[in-house]
């Protein structure tokens, strides 16, 4: 059984929310495009406690998800990472097979943020959106996509995202 599964790292109470619109909003557009999809919540972390790292699970199929029960996403292809300043302190990645992409919400460059990410040879993309300059109203009169970074390895695929910018990843 093969199955694309994401992982969202939020902080407790603070961006709780924001974790659970993210995997149910592709969840939900996976089911659109005729695929299964499931998207949970990891009730281990206790959202309560302010700023505590909570994870938020979401997995796309174009086959029956066997592991249904299964809670957790044990091999994410997928890390998203909703705050900046989580991408130190702990190993987010654990887990990811070769090949995954991490994707972080701040408005610094990938040249800058691999230097903190732990296990960054396993990343085959690494995509930094700022996702509050995007949210901005200006952003979406003008159109201007200065605020999505993409880089990846050689013969990585990469989405198509206009007036974005790629950037090798160092090996």
């Known amino acids: 059984m093969s199955y694309t599964e994401l992982t969202v790292w939020t902080r407790g109470i603070i961006m709780d929310k924001e974790g659970r619109d993210i995997v149910n909003s592709i969840s939900a557009s996976a089911r659109i495009e005729g695929k299964h999809a499931q998207a949970m919540e990891n009730y281990v972390d206790n959202p ?3 700023n505590c790292p909570t994870r938020k699970y979401c997995r796309v199929s174009d086959e029956i998800l066997e ?3 299964t809670y957790e996403n044990e091999h994410p292809n997928i890390v998203v990472l909703v705050e900046g300043t989580m991408v130190k302190g702990w190993d987010y990645m654990r887990g990811m097979p070769p090949g995954g992409t991490l994707v972080i919400n701040t408005h610094y460059t990938p040249d800058y943020m691999i230097r ?3 296990g960054a040879e396993r990343l085959a993309q690494l995509v930094c959106v700022d996702a509050a300059k995007i949210a901005d109203h ?3 009169i003008t159109g201007s996509a200065n605020s999505v970074w993409t880089a990846s390895r050689p013969k990585a695929p990469l989405r198509e995202i206009a007036g974005s910018r790629r950037i090798s990843l160092p090996r």
Do not use: M, Q, Y
């Open 48 to 50: 309560d406690r302010t």
């Open 67 to 69: 592991n249904e029960l």
């Open 116 to 118: 903190f990410v732990p």
């Open 138 to 140: 200006k952003w979406l």
